[in-house]
């Protein structure tokens, strides 16, 4: 790994914030649910007394070279979705915080041939996990039409879903698109000059997505969050694009992510979170210093 990547692996976003927001108690366990490069998992156990316990999770087999040398710390190398079942191996059933900080690692994006980022041609992959079977090759040359479009439109909020659809599937019925420049080739009647970056950073995420099942994921995540937590324990969320905030906005505020939550006799909502604070995004200064930063927002809860 170049020592440039290292650095920027280690670039974590909002840290002092987001480890404020679980209120570490020295013994206490708690979950690092995006190890990444260990930036959020070193300031937690900063934080803890001999007695404490930090677990991790990172489905990415670059991620898991970082591991920590530490006996209070334990990596666990899959997708954070399974986080009950993986706790449970280890005789965890209650946790005093879990963090997360949901997208794509500053080292994903600048190793070039991971295919997550726009400034290079590279294979369609965007896997996070090598061990996926699902690629950016397979959503871009197999999906059917509506498919193809509804990614777009759903994950990348594209106007243009349906014709972008139509035109790769009616270029792949010619040769199959093979990378990220090829992509491009076969789309640049839809990237003026003046709104190619912002256009491709919306095909990129909305594959990504697909790919990865980002949003799948983060419900499943979610849904287990109040029956790890113990009572009083903290949640600690980082998002980055707002499919992601939606879904924690709503799932803290009404315990759900469709429709209304159920009301009592008095008309009192059952939930099992309450907010901690306001949202918090970052400063000027650390946007300066971190560009991936610029769309974070954290969001704090604890369990009721």
């Known amino acids: 790994m170049l020592k440039n990547q290292v650095a920027m692996y280690h670039n974590a976003v909002l840290l002092k914030q987001s480890v404020d927001g679980l209120a570490v108690k020295e013994n206490g366990v708690y979950v690092d649910v995006t ?23 990172d489905q990415d087999e670059d991620a898991q070279s970082n591991a920590l040398g530490d006996s209070r710390f334990v990596l666990i190398g899959e997708n954070f979705r399974y986080i ?5 191996f280890y ?8 963090l997360a900080d949901f997208g794509v690692s500053s080292h994903q994006f600048d190793k070039a041939e991971r295919g997550f980022s726009t400034r290079f041609d590279a294979e369609l992959d965007m896997r996070m996990s090598k061990r996926n079977n699902l690629s950016a090759h397979d959503v871009v040359n197999t999906y059917r039409y509506d498919d193809l479009r509804d990614v777009l439109f759903t994950y990348g909020d594209l106007r243009n879903a349906n014709a972008m659809a139509k035109v790769i599937i009616d ?12 992509l491009k080739t076969v789309l640049k009647s839809f990237l003026p000059a003046h709104k190619k970056h912002k256009i491709l950073a919306q095909i990129y995420q909305a594959i990504r997505i697909e790919v990865n099942q980002e949003i799948a994921v983060i419900k499943e995540f979610l849904n287990q969050v109040p029956g790890l937590l113990e009572k009083g324990g903290r949640l600690s969320v980082i998002s980055y ?15 759900q992510f469709e429709g209304e939550p159920e ?22 200064e650390e946007i300066k210093n971190n560009n991936r930063a610029r769309s974070a927002k954290l969001r704090i809860a604890e369990r009721i």
């Open 171 to 182: 270029s792949r019925s010619f040769a199959e698109i093979n990378t990220t420049e090829e």
């Open 91 to 98: 005789g965890i059933r209650k946790v005093d915080g879990i």
């Open 35 to 57: 190890f990444g490069g260990g930036g959020h998992s070193k300031e937690i156990l900063k934080r803890l007394g001999e007695d404490g316990k930090l677990f991790a999770f």
């Open 84 to 88: 009950t079942q993986f706790l449970k």
């Open 263 to 284: 009301k009592d006799f008095y008309g009192n909502i059952n939930v099992p979170l309450k907010k901690v604070g306001p949202l918090v995004v970052p400063s000027k």
């Open 241 to 255: 694009h707002s499919l992601e905030d939606r879904l924690v906005k709503r799932f803290i505020r009404a315990g």
